[in-house]
């Protein structure tokens, strides 16, 4: 059954944020690619948990039994989300930057100098830093497949980047600054063929599209629970047995079986507990029998009333006199994020323009540095960013038209641009805020 606006209505009032406002006017969370809000079922969860359960795991007495009984259950609704026939393939982390360095130094003692790691143009920094380090730190060589100017991936040139001393090939399944979504079974063809472990940075995407890591067939996939209605709490899954082979950071008082052997320290239960009913939040949106059948259902016909949205937003910002848009166009799979560019005015000033109208969007390069630096989109202060999510409605988009049209009005004034430009490695220098 599709998800529909009339869904799209019944759905926000599962979410008590929706209902703020701004001089009268409802907030327009346009930000969803930065942190989607949380429905009740999750500020419930995570209260309960904090009312009724809280403790720390593996004791005797009742509210531990119970933390520990959450936590495993909330490691076997992950594994339906992502697709993985085994809870042992989950583990938890603070968020997925974090998760990927202490990943980063496993692979690492399985590689030697000269081995060498290919990512994409596409990354986010949390897929690039890491590699970069181990790039400076160990002599493994990193290397990028390149995109084109509309956002997509070179799929020859990724051909090109891997090769028999590819070991590993760490690859964004979608952009968070362009919504490009890349052909993830083209890198797992090519990282097989060259003998390489395949990670998948699924944070972008896992918002807008069904996860299946078996279809996939990946190594390790990435992504963060805020992204998808949760609290903000990281999500890896790996081959199952692979991270019992690989040589993690842990304590000796710690457990040195998957999916425990890369957690560090005591988890965030909350949030945890809170992410479990996100993700049966989600399903409730689905049909089947199986809570895998509702996860993915609920997922596909979400995406198809994103797609929708997006696509609208596409087309008719893209007639707004002065109005750029960046990154493909939606006549393939796109993530429903669009970012877009005003002529004369500075990306911080459209965003602080439009948020005076009650609409919320980011604007620079929300650490999908990269790509927006290889489009020279980061010379004038990167982009202004529209995610769209499950709560947003074709009103909201239509506002947002409308507070972009009206930049260009010449009674507004223009404020001049001017951006610290940041440093094309790192980008740290002049980094702006959001993710
Ligand atoms: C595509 C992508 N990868 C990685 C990350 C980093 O995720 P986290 O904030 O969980 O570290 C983000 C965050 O925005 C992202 O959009």
Known sequence: MPFTAADCERCRRDFPSLARTLDGRPLAFLDGPAGTQVPNAVIDAIAGYYRASNANTHGYFPTTRE??????????????????????????????????????????????????????????????????????????????????????????????????????????????SLGTVSDAALA?????????????DAVHYAAHFPIDVTALDADFLLCSAYKFYGPHV??????????????????????EEAPYRIEMGTLNH?????????????????????????????MEEISAYEHDLGAYYFENVRGIPGVAVHGPDFSGPRAPTVSITVEGVAPAEVARALSEKGLNVWAGHFYGLRPLEILGLMENGGVVR????????????????????????????????????????????????AE
Do not use: C
């Not at 968020?95 to 060498?116: F, I, K």
């Not at 797992?188 to 998948?200: H, M, P, T, V, Y």
């Not at 899954?237 to 710690?254: A, E, F, H, I, V």
């Open 67 to 176: 933390t520990d009984r959450l936590l495993q259950e909330t490691r076997e609704v992950t594994a339906a989300f992502l697709g993985a026939a085994d809870w042992r393939s989950v583990s938890f982390g603070q968020n997925m930057t974090t998760l990927t360095w202490s990943l980063s130094y496993a692979l690492a003692r399985e590689m030697v100098p000269g081995d060498e790691i290919v990512i994409t143009q596409l990354e986010h920094e949390a897929n690039r830093g890491p590699w970069l380090n181990l790039q400076a730190e160990r002599g493994i060589v990193v290397r990028e497949a390149a995109i084109g100017p509309d956002g997509r991936l070179d799929a020859d040139d990724l051909a090109r980047q891997i090769s028999e001393r590819t070991r590993l090939v760490a690859f964004s399944m979608a952009s968070n």
């Open 188 to 200: 797992r063809r090519l990282s097989k063929e060259a003998g390489a472990w395949l990670l998948l």
């Open 234 to 255: 990281g999500i890896l899954y790996s081959r199952p047995g692979l991270l019992d082979r690989l040589r993690t950071d842990r304590l000796r008082t710690q457990d």
């Open 270 to 298: 909350a949030a945890l507990v809170g992410m479990k009913a996100a993700v049966e939040y989600i399903a409730s949106w689905g049909t089947g029998a199986s809570l895998r059948a509702r996860i993915a259902s609920a």
């Open 386 to 433: 529209a995610g769209i999510v499950m709560y947003n409605t074709r009103e909201e988009v239509d506002r947002l038209l409308e507070g972009v049209a009206e930049l260009r009005k010449p009674s507004l004034p223009q404020p001049p641009l001017s951006r610290p430009l940041p440093s094309p490695l790192t980008g740290r220098e002049g980094a702006l805020k």
